[in-house]
C-alpha cells in the first residue's frame, strides 16, 4: 500500500487536513482537532491503524505548525501547508502564504541550531556570486530558527521553483549538475569562514573502521553477526588499496550532493543546490566521489544490481571542470579518479555498522521487512558498487586524464 499523503489547507483561522486517500475518505480537522478525531476518521478497511504511523506523525505536524510555528514568522494570511516529499532526513513542508511560498523544515537532531549562522554566512556570499540559494527567513523576533517546546529545531526558507530528480536521465543533465557545482565550489573559493557547526569525523575511514569494529563487538548477539563479520573480512584486505587524502587541499564544500539536493527546471537545467547543512572544508576528492559515485550508479543503493554509467562520469567532471578551470590544482584533478571506490567502501563499511547497531541511517518500511535488512541491502550494493568502480579504474583515469588536458592544460 502506498501511503496517503496530507495536506493541510487554512481558511481563516480554520485548518483543515486533508489525506489523500479516496475522495470519501478525504477529510478534515478543525483549528482545535486533535489526533483522536483524525484517526478514529480514518477508514478501518486501509488496515491497522498502526499501518498509519507516517500519517499520524504528520497530522501532528501539520497540527503543530498551524497552531504555533508559523506563528512565529510574519508571513500574513497563510493558505496552504504540504508535506514535501523527498528529503531524506529532515522533515520539509511547502507553505503557501500572502508573503509568498516557503520552505519550512524541521531539523533532524544531529544537527544544532547553530548551523543556521553557517547556513546564514554562506548563502549571502553565495546569492552575492549570482547563485540562486536557499535563504533563511527571520522569526519575528529576528532569530534564524525557531527551536520548540520540544526542543526541535524549525526554520523556513524562501522556495525555489524547481523539482529534484531521482536518477540522472542522460548526460547533458549530469554536465548541467557538474557545472552547478562547479559554480557553486567557485563562489566560495576566495572565502575563509570558521564553521560553528561540523559532523566530526565524516569521511574518516579509520573513525568509521573502528565504529565497525565497536558494532561487531556489541552485536555478538545480532541474527546478522555471521552476515556482517563475513563480508567485512571480504573486505578488509582492499583497505591497503584505499588512497589517503590527508595531502588535498580542503575547500569550502556542499558535504551532501546526493541528486535529491539539487534543483532543476523544466528544461532539465540544474538551477540550484539546497540542504545546506553539510556544508564545511574537504577535500573536492570527498565531495565529489560522494556525488559521482550515487550519480553514476542508475540503479540506486536499495538494490545490488550495480549500473554504473561511465558516460555519466564523464559529462558530470567535465561540466564541473570547465566552470572550475585554474582554480584546480594537478593533485586534486588526480584525485578524482579515485574518489568514487573510496567512498563507495566508506558506506561500504557504515552500513554495514548500521545492520548491527542502529545508529544513522533511515530506512524503509515500505520496501524491507527490518531496519538490519535494508542496511544490509545497501551495504553490500555499495561494495560491489566499490568492485565495479575498480574494476573500471584505467577506463576512470583516461577519462579524468582526458578531460583535464581537454579543458585545463590546452
Ligand atoms: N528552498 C527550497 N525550495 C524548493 N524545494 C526545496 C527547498 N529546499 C528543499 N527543497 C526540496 O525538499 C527536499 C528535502 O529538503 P532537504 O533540505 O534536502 O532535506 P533532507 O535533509 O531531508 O534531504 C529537497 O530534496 C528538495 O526537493
Ligand atoms: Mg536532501
Not at 516557503?102 to 537532531?109: D, N, S
Not at 547533458?172 to 549538475?177: E, L, P, R, Y
Not at 588512497?243 to 528544461?267: A, M, Q, V, W, Y
Not at 520496501?367 to 535488512?373: I, K, L, P, Q, T
Request: net charge positive; aromatic share 10%; glycine share 6%.
Amino acid at each position: 500500500m502506498t501511503e496517503p499523503a496530507c495536506r493541510a489547507a487554512f481558511v481563516g483561522e480554520i485548518v483543515q487536513i486533508y489525506i489523500d486517500l479516496e475522495p470519501r475518505a478525504r477529510r478534515f480537522a478543525r483549528r482545535q482537532a486533535n489526533r483522536r478525531d483524525i484517526e478514529e476518521s480514518l477508514p478501518n478497511r486501509y488496515g491497522k491503524k498502526s499501518e498509519f504511523h507516517h500519517v499520524h506523525k504528520t497530522i501532528d505536524m501539520l497540527i503543530d505548525i498551524a497552531g504555533s510555528i508559523l506563528k512565529q514568522y510574519n508571513l500574513g494570511s497563510v493558505d496552504h501547508l504540504e508535506p514535501l516529499v523527498g528529503g531524506l532526513i529532515n522533515d520539509s513542508f511547502v507553505v503557501s502564504a500572502a508573503r509568498g511560498r516557503f520552505v519550512l523544515q524541521r531539523l533532524h537532531p544531529i544537527f544544532s541550531a547553530d548551523v543556521h549562522e553557517d547556513i546564514a554566512a554562506m548563502t549571502a556570499v553565495i546569492a552575492r556570486e549570482g547563485l540562486i540559494v536557499p535563504r533563511l527567513i527571520l522569526t519575528k523576533r529576528g532569530r534564524l530558527c525557531w527551536i520548540d517546546h520540544d526542543r526541535h529545531v524549525w526554520r523556513l526558507m524562501s522556495y525555489i521553483a524547481g523539482r529534484s530528480l531521482s536518477t540522472i536521465p542522460d548526460e547533458n543533465v549530469a554536465f548541467a549538475a557538474g557545472r552547478l557545482v562547479g559554480r557553486f565550489h567557485r563562489a566560495l573559493s576566495m572565502v575563509w569562514y570558521r564553521f560553528r557547526f561540523s559532523r566530526p569525523n565524516a569521511h574518516q575511514l579509520d573513525w568509521h573502521r573502528s565504529n565497525l569494529e565497536q558494532a561487531l563487538t556489541e552485536g555478538q548477539a545480532s541474527s546478522w553477526i555471521g552476515r556482517v563479520s563475513g563480508l567485512w573480512e571480504q573486505m578488509k584486505p582492499e583497505l591497503p588499496r584505499l588512497p589517503s587524502t590527508g595531502h588535498l587541499r580542503r575547500r569550502i564544500c556542499h558535504g551532501d550532493l546526493k541528486l535529491s539536493n539539487i534543483l532543476f527546471n523544466e528544461r532539465s537545467e540544474a538551477i540550484a543546490l539546497v540542504d545546506l547543512d553539510t556544508m564545511g572544508w574537504m577535500p573536492i576528492a570527498h565531495e565529489l566521489g560522494d556525488a559521482w559515485r550515487s550519480w553514476c550508479n542508475r540503479a540506486g543503493e536499495d538494490t545490488t544490481a550495480i549500473e554504473f554509467d561511465l558516460g555519466i562520469f564523464r559529462a558530470a567532471l567535465t561540466g564541473y571542470v570547465g566552470e572550475m578551470r585554474c582554480q584546480l590544482a594537478k593533485l586534486e584533478i588526480l584525485s578524482l579518479a579515485t574518489s568514487m571506490n573510496s567512498i563507495a567502501f566508506e558506506l561500504a563499511i557504515r552500513f554495514l555498522a548500521d545492520t548491527l547497531v542502529d545508529r544513522y541511517f533511515a530506512w524503509d518500511p515500505s520496501r524491507f521487512a527490518s531496519r538490519a535488512e535494508h542496511n544490509w541491502v545497501r551495504a553490500n550494493s555499495q561494495f560491489r558498487l566499490y568492485q565495479e568502480i575498480t574494476r573500471s579504474q584505467r577506463e576512470i583515469e583516461k577519462i579524468v586524464d582526458g578531460v583535464s588536458r581537454d579543458l585545463l592544460f590546452r
